[in-house]
């Protein structure tokens, strides 16, 4: 990946930044120049809450090569509790323990190690929350 | 608009066509389209060329210039349409729009894609997806559909065995297909034993990674009559957009824009679901075929998979789904695979399928998709 593009997404990776519009409400992750809703140019700066449950999920075994080194890994969609949802990978529990439902919080980890470049490239994981 | 026929096709074998260039490969399936068609390369106007990713996959752009000077078309219009694996169905609504509005009077869709070049053809699919919100996550294009498919499961109780029943009906109908990549039958157990992709899909749960090219004419409906063609019509040409990143959309078990295509296309043509006698769906996975089937209104949500087991979307039942073999087993060329469908429905809807003619095919309908439903195209195609 080219790193202007890696910085410019510093703010979201390591920090959850999102934008909400301040005409309506909305929220969007990442942050949108023109609301989906009702097609507002404003938004604010908001910290997306940490906690959600997995909407669906899927075991990877076969990734890219930049993602080798951990499968097999679960991917998922993570709903927030402010509604939000994203996709991420879901650690620290065994792979097929992860089911719909499943409580989770967002943590900050590596993510890839690009193995021609020897780059290391960070961000959110879900971590499921022991219960 | 006027009413607008397609006057010939033309179809490489799909495959791993390691000897043959890109540029060959288009060529050869306008070369077979215009002997179709019986009409001089001469008459050609304009050509609307769908192609995902010459670019990644290929290290070449400008498909219109090289594509159509290697044609013999050079001095036509030409324009590449890109909307991922939905390009070639793209392409064919350009065409289709370009004879319709009277621009133009002789008109090629074609499609291409050369994925067997020495690219990572993973990492080339993946730009179908949103780069920095789905794939930065290690989210592969099976484990997309994955998710769409475990989505499916917890909310409908469709299984694994359900999606099994498409691969195989899919292989079932390809192997009576000689262009076909995999005109081989498998069994429940084949798809049952092999190697695990991204829960819950296996590798026969998957389209294969593909070559080759398609290209259709089209022309008045006037036209088609005085050559004394099959008079095989666009009835109805329904596209839609939506979020590229499946998280965007309310619910990962739909996939709204091909309900909303399929909604515009058979409203134009003033026909239901009930009037099809075939269709052409874009399986690029087991789980994808269901989906459409239930988001184009011919089946209710979660109804697709028990129909599929009992054999009601295959070639003598009530609906047959896919008879060229679809992706799964024709191959998915992504930007050749749109305009490859309508090869198929033109086939039928002419009686000239042979062991795989669909009985009194007279109104077929194409649906093809980009990424996991950030694109969609229907297309409605009636012979008179």
């Known amino acids: 990946m080219i790193s202007p593009r890696y910085h410019r997404e510093i703010p979201q990776r390591y920090r959850l930044e999102a934008g909400q519009c301040t005409d309506c409400g909305e929220i969007h992750f990442p942050p949108r120049a023109v609301c989906r809703k009702c097609g507002g140019t404003e938004a604010e700066t908001i910290t997306l809450p940490s906690r959600g449950k997995v909407v669906t999920s899927t075991i990877c075994w076969i990734p890219p090569a930049e993602f080798d080194n951990q499968k097999p890994y679960v991917n998922a969609i993570v709903e927030l509790t402010n509604g939000v949802r994203l996709t991420c990978m879901v650690c620290e529990a065994p792979p097929d323990e992860v089911t719909v439902g499943t409580e989770v919080e967002l943590v900050f980890r590596k993510l890839q190690h690009e193995p021609k470049w020897e780059v290391i490239r960070y961000g959110y994981k879900a971590r499921v929350i022991a219960g | ?147 769409i498919a475990s989505a499916h499961m917890h909310k409908h109780g469709t299984t694994s065995d359900m999606l099994a029943h498409v691969a195989v009906k899919n292989h079932r109908h390809g192997a009576k297909n000689p262009k076909a990549q995999f005109p081989v039958e498998i069994t429940l157990d084949t798809v049952r034993n092999a190697v695990r992709v991204a829960e819950p899909l296996g590798l026969f749960d998957c389209s294969p990674v593909s070559d080759g090219a398609a290209a259709v004419l089209l022309a008045p409906v006037e036209v088609a009559r005085a050559l004394g063609k099959p008079l095989v019509t666009i009835k109805g040409s329904g596209h839609a957009v939506d979020a590229i990143a499946l998280h965007d959309r309310p ?48 089946y209710e949500a979660g109804r697709a998979g028990p129909a599929t087991v009992a054999g009601e979307t295959a070639l003598g039942g009530k609906l047959p789904v896919n008879p060229s073999g679809g992706l799964k087993s024709k191959g998915h060329p992504v930007g050749a695979t749109g305009v490859g469908q309508i090869v198929e429905l033109y086939e039928q809807l002419s009686g000239r399928s042979g062991d795989r003619q669909v009985a009194d095919a007279r109104l077929g309908l194409a649906q093809n998709m980009g990424g996991s439903g950030g694109s969609c195209l229907v297309h409605i195609l009636e012979v008179k």
């Open chain 2, 1 to 147: 608009m006027r009413e607008v026929a397609i006057i010939g096709v033309g179809m490489t074998k799909f495959g791993e066509l390691w000897e043959t260039p890109m540029r060959d490969l288009y060529a050869r399936a306008v070369a077979d389209c215009l002997s179709d068609a019986a009409v001089e390369r001469k008459q050609i106007q304009s050509a609307y060329i769908g192609c995902m990713s010459s670019g990644l996959f290929n290290g070449q752009e400008h498909l219109a210039s090289i594509l159509t000077d290697y044609a013999g078309l050079a001095g036509s219009a030409a324009t590449r349409v890109e909307s991922a694996c939905a390009s070639g169905g793209a392409a064919f609504r350009a065409a289709y729009l370009e004879v319709a509005s009277g621009a133009s009077d002789f008109v090629i869709a074609g499609g291409v894609e050369k994925m067997n070049d020495g690219a990572d053809a993973t990492y080339c699919l993946a730009t179908a997806a949103d780069q920095e919100y789905e794939v930065y996550h290690g989210v592969t294009f099976p484990g997309l559909y994955a998710m």
């Open chain 2, 251 to 298: 619910d990962p078990s739909r996939i709204p824009s091909v309900a909303l295509a399929a909604q515009r296309a058979f409203a134009q043509a003033g026909v239901a679901t009930g009037d099809i006698d075939f269709c052409e769906v874009h399986d690029c996975f087991t789980i994808a075929e269901l989906c459409c089937l239930e988001e184009m209104g011919f």
